[in-house]
């Protein structure tokens, strides 16, 4: 069983965050922690000047709150949301966190991942932990 484990959550329509959660309490073990992660993507320098500092705050309150929520009723959840590449920021914040396991929803690749690459795939690839994915 894990002890610490990272359910990245991303709100897109074919990912299932409700099943990663799940599977999640699954795997921990007793007292384990489980943290909701969200990474809000860098908005570019070009559009970031047509939205007001409020709307973004408020966009970032919004999900917050809902990954709150969604963490109600899991033992020993948490919520965080953090700003940066979402690959990138989903492993360096295991590392730094000492997660020992991440558990992911994944959606199925089509063939802009095969040339691009999704977050599954780098996370899998460079994670120092056990990783779940989950489709």
């Given at each position: 069983m894990y002890m610490n484990i990272l359910v990245p959550v991303s709100f897109e329509a074919e990912r299932d965050a409700e099943q990663a959660i799940e599977?999640?309490?699954?795997?921990?073990?007793?007292?384990?922690?489980?943290?909701?992660?969200h990474v809000v993507e860098h908005v570019p320098s070009y559009a970031i000047s047509y939205m007001s500092q409020e709307f973004i705050d408020e966009t970032g309150q919004a999900i917050q709150a809902e990954l709150e929520k969604m963490a109600e009723g899991v033992e020993n959840a948490s919520a965080v949301v953090i700003e940066g590449h979402s690959g990138r920021s989903i492993l360096d914040w295991a590392e730094k966190h000492e997660a020992d396991c991440?558990?992911?929803?994944?959606?199925?690749?089509?063939?802009?991942?095969?040339?691009?690459?999704?977050?599954a795939a780098q996370v899998v690839r460079h994670a120092g932990c056990s990783v779940h994915v989950l489709r």
């Open positions: 599977v999640a309490g699954i795997l921990a073990g007793e007292g384990a922690r489980i943290t909701l992660l991440i558990v992911l929803a994944s959606h199925r690749p089509g063939l802009q991942d095969y040339f691009l690459g999704s977050t």
